[in-house]
Nanobody, 123 residues
Framework: QVQLVESGGGLVQAGGSLRLSCAASGRTFSSYAMGWFRQAPGKEREFVAA????????YYADSVKGRFTISRDNAKNTVYLQMNSLKPEDTAVYYC????????????????WGQGTQVTVSS
């Protein structure tokens, strides 16, 4: 079992930055690939970024490539999402998720989910 708790969301102006954190419980955190997803009001949950268990491989949605960076610290059982050059269309609830299967952009790949943290970008 892995429990995930996101933090770091908030209100920011367009062009600004935020760093989201996802703290995981459990001793097997380093064996899971991790992902970030987001869901805007009235829209389906969408993939944002993923990172392999070692941190050696990362994968991004085209909409965030070059602006967002996913990273992890296995010693701290934490995965991060650094978000720069934020746009109003980045407004959503952001979720982290853990996958025992490896990297993927489909939600079905992920076994465990956090409760989410709200990110609001004003224009």
């Amino acid at each position: 079992q892995v429990q995930l708790v996101e933090s770091g969301g908030g209100l920011v102006q367009a062009g600004g930055s935020l760093r989201l954190s996802c703290a995981a419980s459990g001793r097997t955190f380093s064996s899971y690939a991790m992902g970030w997803f987001r869901q805007a009001p009235g829209k389906e949950r969408e993939f944002v970024a993923a990172i392999s268990w070692s941190g050696g491989s990362t994968y991004y949605a085209d909409s965030v490539k070059g602006r967002f960076t996913i990273s992890r610290d296995n010693a701290k059982n934490t995965v991060y999402l650094q978000m720069n050059s934020l746009k109003p269309e980045d407004t959503a609830v952001y979720y982290c998720a853990a996958s025992g299967y490896g990297l993927g952009e489909g939600a079905f790949v992920y076994d465990y989910w956090g409760q989410g943290t709200q990110v609001t970008v004003s224009s």
